[in-house]
């Protein structure tokens, strides 16, 4: 099953003015708040849960819209960047071992991240 994890929906930015003597106004701070709309999604479309896939060579597919960047962790690996192409982002896996794996992925989008995670068989 589709785990999708959001961090927390509203990011602040703060932005302090700088005074250069006490005797002026002191200084004051703006804050931004952002907040995700309905339309930053990440979705794992390929493998489904506890697919068995070729251990050769297996493509990942990602719907993520819209989106700066995406990529994926493997079995608590390193982040590797994702490829766009055709409507989806695409990581293709070598080599991978016999067993029981967990992909996780996230897309990064304006300072809002949103991840989602998989679990797959080799």
């Not at 070729?54 to 819209?65: D, E, G, L, N, W």
């Not at 192409?85 to 992909?103: L, Q």
């Amino acid at each position: 099953m589709l785990k999708t994890l959001k961090k927390p929906a509203t990011k602040t930015r703060t932005a302090t003015s700088n005074r250069t003597t006490p005797a002026q106004q002191p200084a004051t701070s703006t804050k931004t708040t952002i907040t995700p709309t309905n339309s930053n999604r990440i979705t794992i479309d390929h493998p489904k849960a506890n697919e068995t896939v070729c251990r050769q060579h297996y493509s990942v597919r990602i719907t993520a819209t819209p989106c700066e960047n995406v990529e994926i962790c493997i079995d608590d690996g390193v982040w590797q960047p994702c490829r766009n192409s055709a409507g989806y982002w695409w990581y293709d896996m070598h080599n991978i071992n016999t067993g029981n794996h967990t992909i996780a992925v996230r897309l990064n989008n304006k300072g809002i991240t949103l991840l989602a995670a998989q679990k797959f068989k080799a």
